[in-house]
C-alpha cells in the first residue's frame, strides 16, 4: 500500500536547519548526508556516525559550559548592597 501523500518528504541537516533538499544528498554547508524529516532517531545514528558532527557538537559544548563558568564568576552576590 502506498502511504505517500501527495506531499514529497523533505529531506535536511540536523547541524543546519535551514539546509532543505527534496531528495537525499549532502548538506552543502557541511557534506553529510540528509535526513528525510521526522527522523529523530536517525539524527542521533547520524550525529554518532560523523566525527565532523561529534566534533562540532563537543565544541559547542566545550564553548557552553566556559561561558557558563565564567559568567558564574562574574555574576555578583544576589544580595543587594
Ligand atoms: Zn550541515
Known amino acids: 500500500m502506498d502511504t505517500r501523500s501527495s506531499k514529497a518528504p523533505v529531506y535536511f541537516c540536523p547541524m543546519h536547519s535551514d539546509v532543505r533538499e ?46 557558563a563558568m565564567i559568567m558564574m564568576m562574574r555574576v555578583p552576590p544576589p544580595f543587594p548592597q
Open 22 to 67: 527534496p531528495g537525499p544528498g549532502k548538506c552543502p554547508k557541511c557534506g553529510m548526508s540528509l535526513l528525510p524529516e521526522g527522523t529523530r532517531f536517525a539524527i542521533i545514528r547520524h550525529m554518532i556516525s560523523n566525527p565532523v558532527h561529534l566534533g562540532i557538537m563537543a565544541t559547542v559544548m566545550l564553548a557552553v559550559m566556559a561561558a
